[in-house]
């Protein structure tokens, strides 16, 4: 059974940043592919981005591409989600996820526990 637990959420102006991580522990880390949704009040829950077992592949939503950097640590079983010029629409809870694919929530095997993160205008 794998864990996540993820960190790094909180309050911020548009325009700033911040960095989620998500520690792994119980699995092979490094045989899972890793993902972060989120989740705003009364919407669906979004894939965000998603990187490979091995970070070679890497996926984000077209909402973030170009403000938003998707990294692994197989070292320390971490990954992470770096957020730079955030917007008000950015805010949500966010997910840290991990399965064989994360392509869709339909098929992710592991979720954390959801970080807020909340960008006020």
């Known amino acids: 059974q794998v864990q996540l637990v993820e960190s790094g959420g909180g309050l911020v102006q548009a325009g700033g940043s911040l960095r989620l991580s998500c520690a792994a522990s119980?699995?092979?880390?490094?045989?899972?592919?890793m993902g972060w949704f989120r989740q705003a009040p009364g919407k669906e829950r979004e894939l965000v981005a998603d990187?490979?077992?091995?970070?070679?592949?890497?996926y984000y939503a077209d909402s973030v591409k170009g403000r938003f950097t998707i990294s692994r640590d197989n070292a320390k079983n971490t990954v992470y989600l770096q957020m730079n010029s955030l917007k008000p629409e950015d805010t949500a809870v966010y997910y840290c996820?991990?399965?064989?694919?994360?392509?869709?929530?339909?098929?992710?095997?592991?979720w954390g526990q959801g970080t807020q993160v909340t960008v006020s205008s």
């Open positions: 996820a991990a399965g064989t694919s994360v392509a869709n929530s339909r098929v992710v095997d592991y």
């Open positions: 119980g699995g092979v880390f490094s045989t899972y592919a």
């Open positions: 990187i490979s077992w091995r970070g070679g592949t890497i």
